[in-house]
């Protein structure tokens, strides 16, 4: 399996241990490296080209992101994946969403406004129904910077760390599901009602219609790799 190549410009202004723990990160979110998989140092050393302290301090992080979980003396393996872990997932998901959907539209003024229209813009580029340009790493990118415009104006870092975390768990799930099942359904409906929900200041529709999308991701996944999931 392919993982997550290093890149020149990814060492610039950072750490060897934050490069190792950004690439890592991408490649269990990204499911390069499967549920359950072992981490083996050798291996993980050979791939990353970085020590093993390096590696261990790595690893210990994505323990607490839940990323990853570690065995004791056998080591470290990446997060298995389970229908209790999933819904739990989207459920916190949506009860964290809710709050910060409510700050921001609470909070947000004319600015936001016009960055929440320029992200819906760069969103909407191009022939948007396309299953599979949605499927297209550069529209996912424009994906998730619109629904973080939603929540941008909150007001709250300690929460929005927390959506952060959710949200890569979240997205690790679907990136798994679609390796099972390459042809899986666009779970992405159209965004026009939340972007005027969010300028009209009406956080219920935009919540219900935020909370909609979560809940149709977990349907899918759960009807395309169901089968592969444990139920503990």
Request: net charge neutral.
């Amino acid at each position: 399996m392919k993982l997550h190549p290093p890149v020149a410009d990814e060492l610039i202004g950072r750490t060897l241990a934050s490069d190792v723990l950004h690439r890592l990160r991408a490649d269990i979110v990204e499911a390069r490296l499967e549920p359950g998989q072992r981490l083996r140092f050798e291996s993980l050393r050979s791939s990353y080209g970085v020590s093993f302290s390096t590696l261990r301090e790595a690893l210990a992080h994505l323990v607490q992101e839940s990323l990853v979980v570690a065995e004791g003396q056998r080591g470290f393996r990446v997060a298995p994946v389970s229908r209790r872990e999933l819904q739990d997932v989207i459920y916190s998901r949506i009860f964290i969403e809710t709050e910060l959907l409510a700050r921001s539209v609470a909070c947000g003024g004319p600015e936001w406004d016009a960055e929440l229209q320029r992200l819906y813009d760069a969103l909407e580029e191009g022939p948007v129904h396309n299953p599979a340009q949605r499927r297209d790493p550069a529209w996912q990118v424009r994906h998730l910077a619109f629904h973080e415009g939603l929540v941008a104006a909150a007001d709250s870092p300690t929460l929005l760390a927390m959506r952060a975390l959710l949200s890569q768990r979240a997205a690790r799930y679907r990136a798994w599901a679609r390796r099972l099942n390459p042809d899986m359904p666009s779970e992405y409906g159209t965004h026009r009602p939340l972007l005027e929900a969010a300028l009209a200041r009406d956080a219920k529709t935009l919540i219900e219609g935020v909370s909609a999308q979560f809940r149709i991701t977990q349907e899918i996944i759960l009807q395309e790799a169901g089968t592969a999931l444990v139920n503990g």
